[in-house]
């Protein structure tokens, strides 16, 4: 949401800060004028920097993704927010959180979200806090699970939580509510429960789905699949991680429906329905206009992380290289279209295989796709990586984010030489943790080394044909 919501509010003349743990990631796809401030919510002493002089600041942080007790980070990074808020004289905080009745039994996701709003208040400025049901949009995290279940399964055995009601709000809707909060008038704490034109069950939202895309689906229900068993369903059919489908799918067994409509009288304009919600997320992604992606949150994984107190043994490398007779930027465009529906250009059937072995062991596996087939920004998704560098017509450097013994990247470099040729190189590093990491890269070095000679032989061979 903080990326589609950062080009409106520039749009409408604000001076906007981002504090945002990796400022690199960002950069590229901020609107020129923005500011960009190196901080986490978890870490106070990097706070105070990006709260100077801010008047309204919004709250969109939560760690469902993370391991471990992640309600008490949430409530943890919502007070240290709050306090650096407060001794800066901040005048709103807005928060988004999610919809729930406060007087029955909650998951703990839900929960979570009801006490990080808490949080917000406690020390003492003003919070105006909305709460949503799920998200109709391209890349949002309800709609990617409620799409590939129906495009992959033509019948579902689906658990109860598919009769569960809910009040799903378009994502252009959300992003009014998200705006219109920075000019209402009054500097007192508020709540507002927000949603869509429409209640209805998540079985309704797959049938309508699938009849937008001309699609015959069969829902049948089978009581007996516990959250548990749910989530590693989701898990093997989805894009979803299987710890955020356990926590999802424990959140969709209660219903989330506005009881209070107070809204309506706040805010002027009225949210549109399922049908024409679904309308909208679909042509989004007929048309390649998805801005940003529950998958491209770095807590989504958890997997971009510092190894604090292990020690690392040499980095290894496998490194190779192919000189091109051609300019370096035709040789570079089939690098910047790697993985997604293009593939990688040798083994696509291995790196399939290594994609469900990961999923069996909670990761991410290929199933996340890229955001565009051709363009590439820092921070984007390519299936199972995640890019952290790239230099248009140069250089891409990848990071794994799959169940690894240790860290790994895949990088791509071209280099001009004389008389309109370049040279073409590919390097994967790794470094270990401990015994298992060595153990890891030397039993499966044949193979890597088999599918990285083929990649860059089938890249060299894309590029001579561009």
Known sequence: MGGRLLPRLVARGYRVRCLVRKPAYLRPRAPEGVELVAGDVLAPDTLPAAFAGVATAYYLVHSMGARGAFAAK????????????RAAGVQRIIYLGG?????GPLSTHLRSRLETGAALREAGVPVIELRASIVIGAGSLSFEMIRALVQKLPVMTAPRWVNVQAQPIAVDDLLLYLEACADLPGRGDAVYEIGGADVVTYADLMREYARQRGLHRWIIPVPVLTPWLSSLWLGLVTPLYARVGRKLVDSLRHPSVVKHPAARDVFPFHPVGV????????????????????????AAGNTLRTWGGARFGSRLMDSRCVTLAMPAAQAFRPVARIGGRQGWYFGNALWRLRGWLD?????????????HPEALRAGDVIDCWRVEQVEPGHRLRLV?????????W???????????????QQTALF?????????????IYPLHRLVFAGMLRGIARAAARD
């Not at 794994?400 to 790994?408: D, F, S, T, V």
Request: net charge negative; proline share 3%; charged share 30%.
């Open 74 to 85: 949430d409530r943890e990074g919502a007070l240290n927010f709050a306090r650096a808020a």
């Open 99 to 103: 919809l729930a009745a406060e007087d």
């Open 275 to 298: 049908r024409e919600a679904i309308a909208r997320a679909l042509a989004a992604e007929d048309h390649d206009y998805e801005q940003t992606r529950w998958s491209d949150s770095l």
């Open 359 to 371: 999923l069996l062991v909670g990761g991410v596996g290929m199933r996340r796709g890229r955001r």
């Open 400 to 408: 794994a984010e799959m169940k690894l013994p240790g860290r790994a």
């Open 410 to 424: 895949l990088e791509f470099e071209v280099t001009p030489t004389d008389a309109g040729h370049c040279v073409l």
């Open 431 to 443: 470094d270990p943790l401990g015994l298992g990491g060595l153990l890891y890269w030397y039993g």
